[in-house]
């Protein structure tokens, strides 16, 4: 059994879902369809035969393989539905960045064909497990990209105090503090300056958001430290981001953060190149002289 998952498509896509769900059915791969999805499909009149589910627990049993439709925020939605099942996910980009994504639209056609051929390898990446002493967390506790504890929209500098292994670090005088696995590297960590690492990494970044100490630098750890902080502020409430999931947490809060038990497993094409991606999508190299 292949699964379907996806949000929203964009229309210029539909057509790229027509040729997916005709590879599925011209081969007689059994497939299942995020039911969201499924409607979406049926508004559109494409006809999909194939079992629906709505989450994790309704994820057929037998599943070899998830197709995440989308953009990278999918494809982070996505460990929502697998969780710690070791089920392979590939991503289909319907968006524009796409660092997680594997197959473009235009490659569908052969990609599809090497997926139902299992001509792929397994890609392990970190995932992060947060855990509170202080608050019953009220959303999906685990991150692929990042953890981010930051202030609120109308307050000043957040206090967040920070140990590793029972060790005290630092007290961070910040708009928030990113906590990345290899993964997020490239995502909202890399945008405040931290560094790019290989995705088979095991390591944790911590990069400060907006520090008021200006010597404050992203610092990379071993996969198997213990992060443990506590946010404060003026305001007695900031914000605490699981990937793309948002709660609210009052100040003094506390937070266990380590790697998880298990790994999110990425199918990947043989062709798949991360360096040839990061010249790709961050154009490194360009130069108007050439």
């Keep these: 059994m292949i699964a379907i998952f996806g949000k929203s498509l964009p229309t210029n896509f539909f057509e790229q879902m027509k040729e997916i769900i005709a590879k599925f059915e011209t081969t007689q791969q059994p497939y299942a369809c995020y039911e969201p999805l499924y409607k979406e499909l049926m508004n559109n009149n494409i006809k999909a035969n194939c079992s ?3 989450d994790y627990s309704t994820l057929p049993p037998d599943t070899t393989l998830i197709l995440s439709i989308g953009g990278d925020g999918t494809m982070l939605e996505t460990l929502t539905i697998i969780r710690d099942s070791n089920i392979p996910i590939v991503g289909i980009n319907t968006g524009k960045l796409g660092f997680l994504s594997e197959i473009f639209p235009e490659d569908i056609s052969a990609s599809m064909d090497w997926l139902l051929a299992r001509e792929f390898r397994i890609q392990p990446r970190n995932v992060l497990e947060i855990t509170s002493p202080d608050i019953e967390i009220n959303t999906y506790n685990y991150a692929l990209n990042d953890f981010t504890v930051r202030k609120n929209d109308h307050a000043t500098l957040d206090r967040i105090t920070v140990s590793v292994d029972n060790k005290y670090l630092n007290t961070y005088w910040a708009d928030g503090l990113i906590i ?8 909202y960590s890399l945008s405040v300056g931290g560094p790019i690492l290989v995705p ?18 992203p610092m990379v750890l071993d996969g198997n430290s213990t992060i443990e902080l506590t ?5 007695n409430i900031h ?17 266990q953060i380590k790697s998880a038990l298990f790994s999110l497993n990425m199918a990947q094409l043989e062709e798949h190149d991360f360096f040839k991606t990061l010249r790709n999508k961050l154009m490194w190299g360009i130069d108007k002289r050439n």
């Excluded at 095991?202 to 990069?207: F, G, P, Q």
């Excluded at 946010?231 to 305001?235: H, K, Y």
């Excluded at 914000?239 to 937070?255: C, H, L, M, Q, Y």
């Design 239 to 255: 914000v605490a981001t699981f990937d793309n999931r948002i709660i609210e947490i009052p100040s003094n809060t506390r937070f």
């Design 231 to 235: 946010i404060e502020g003026r305001n």
């Design 180 to 187: 990345s696995t290899a993964t997020g590297s490239t995502a």
């Design 52 to 54: 629906r589910f709505t």
């Design 200 to 217: 088979e990494s095991k390591s944790i970044i911590l990069s400060p958001i907006a520090s008021h100490n200006l010597t404050v630098r």
